[in-house]
């Protein structure tokens, strides 16, 4: 329970001044504002009614210890996207603001044999009141138990729909991928290629199917010699493009998996005098900043990364004294192709 004390001379309402107001047990107060369920909504009513004229802010700590949750939001990551990482504690940012909720981000290795115990260590040790999954790990069903098991809220992304709508904000990566391409095939070019993501990357995976859709929608064969895989950073795309570069005849266009490796393929054309777009057409994904400041402008997938974000953190928040008592029900969020300068009607 909260357990503020009256301090003489301090003007601050304590807890047992909302509980002498109210008419009501310092415990009852307590209950109020850790939503307990065991209340009637017109005692709940007279204490929020108190609390809220009387400007009485509770103690975090008390709370806590009455809890057993600290109030953190725990971000858990191993991702080589840095914006994407960046667009997602900014949405979570947002919805925190204003609130007793802080961030925490957690950098994890998918690769160990001691992943689970390594989140499970850190769930533990920070008491974290829910936590965000992102990419790759949150496709691990292992790590979504754990935090059932643990009592710890959970929210997973991915680029497709993984668990019900409360813990899932999921994209639509493979249906845009197939609107890009198929926009690349409607201007006219017929031999194109893809900078995939990382092996392992349910991103990757989505996303590579739509392409391979697009070209069997329009009848042209997927040539493995135009299928290169990225990581996902600048270098492999500029390393990936040349490889696509080296081929007779070369592709005509390109679509790259994120907009660090289109930019790397950009890169790469520039390297050996070629003019985007009219020697090369370049499509990105997720709309980054780097998309609009290179030259040409990038056309590109906007992700709606930061509403995902704001999503995720609206769920995890849902039912506590700093969000709405219902648990949002969206769960997939639409991506948009951005048309801009870097695709052109091939030669």
């Not at 270098?235 to 289109?262: H, V």
Request: with cysteine; charged share 25%.
């Amino acid at each position: 329970m909260d357990s503020d004390a009256n301090i003489p001379g301090s003007a601050k309402p304590t807890i047992n001044d909302i509980a002498r107001l109210s008419g009501v047990s310092k415990k009852t107060v307590s209950r109020v504002i850790n939503r307990s369920p065991l209340l009637n909504e017109e005692t709940r009513k007279r204490v929020d009614d108190i609390i809220r004229e009387t400007g009485y802010v509770p103690n975090p700590q008390a709370r806590a210890l009455a809890l057993r949750r600290n109030f953190l939001i725990g971000l858990v990551h191993d991702n080589p996207n840095a914006q994407m990482v960046l667009g997602m504690q900014q949405g979570i940012l947002s919805v925190l603001k204003g609130t007793e909720y802080e961030l925490i981000v957690r950098p994890v290795d998918r690769g160990s044999t001691t992943l689970v115990a390594d989140v499970r260590s850190f769930l533990e040790r920070q008491r974290l009141h829910g936590v965000v999954l992102l990419p790759p790990i949150s496709e691990d069903d292992g790590l979504a138990r754990l935090c059932d098991e643990l009592g710890c809220r959970y929210v997973r992304m991915g680029s497709a729909e993984l668990d019900d709508a409360a813990h899932m904000v999921a994209s639509n990566d493979q249906d845009v991928v197939h609107e890009a391409v198929s926009y690349l095939i409607g201007v006219g070019h017929r031999r194109i290629g893809i900078i995939t993501g990382p092996t392992g990357f349910r991103s990757a995976w989505e996303r590579r199917q739509g392409f391979e859709r697009a070209l069997a929608d329009a009848g042209i064969a997927v040539d493995p010699a135009l299928v290169v895989e990225g990581s996902y950073r600048f270098e492999s795309g500029l390393g990936a493009a040349s490889k696509l570069l080296d081929c007779s005849p070369r592709p005509t266009a390109i679509f790259a998996s994120n907009d660090e490796m289109a930019s790397g393929a950009l890169h790469a054309a520039r390297r050996l005098g070629l003019d985007v777009p009219a020697d090369l057409s370049i499509i990105g994904f997720d709309d980054t900043a780097i998309a609009a400041h290179i030259w040409p402008p990038l056309t590109t997938v906007r992700w709606p990364i930061v509403e995902m974000g704001k999503a995720a953190a609206r769920k995890l928040l849902a039912g506590t004294i700093d969000a709405q008592p219902e648990v949002p029900g969206e769960a997939l969020f639409l991506s948009q192709l951005i048309h801009r300068a870097s695709v052109a009607p091939p030669k």
